[in-house]
């Protein structure tokens, strides 16, 4: 039951994220921080003390891989705090996850708009990318799993 909590309120703030990210090509400071705020507190109540730690230390371990394709210009700042996001509300385990899924839809999407539109500058909105891959990601998790 606490899982499905969390993972509607996941849903939540990146519905909010992929709807920001098309409309204004940017994902919102706000938006990514309450969730994180929201992952932090909801896993103190959940699991005390070991839920804060686990939701604390995920957000940084997120940091610290994520912050790598941002210095390199392959992914926006607000994307590196959605990733956060997640993993403060699930785990980094979970973001890893959701973030190869909807990598792997958004280089597919890539893909088409470069080959078959033939268009040369191609912007990936990943926080769309990343709400998609949430859902295909849990589908699969509750189909295999």
């Known amino acids: ?24 090509e940017k994902l919102l400071n706000y938006v990514t921080y309450s969730g994180m705020t929201v992952g932090i507190v909801l896993n103190y109540i959940f699991y005390q003390k070991d839920g804060l730690l686990s939701s604390v230390v995920s957000i940084l371990v997120a940091l610290a891989i994520f912050i790598i394709p941002y210095l390199i210009k392959q992914m926006g700042a607000g994307d590196v705090k959605e990733l956060m996001m997640i993993s403060s509300i699930m785990n980094i385990y979970y973001c890893v996850g959701v973030t190869i899924t909807g990598s792997f839809l958004g280089g597919l999407w890539a893909l088409y708009r470069f080959f078959i539109k033939k268009e040369k500058h191609i912007k990936v909105p990943l926080g769309l990318f990343l709400f998609i891959g949430l859902i295909v990601y849990q589908t699969a998790i509750i189909l295999f799993a």
Do not use: P, R, V
């Open 1 to 24: 039951m606490k899982t499905y909590i969390s993972l509607i309120i996941l849903a939540f703030f990146m519905s909010i994220c992929a709807y920001t990210d098309i409309k204004k």
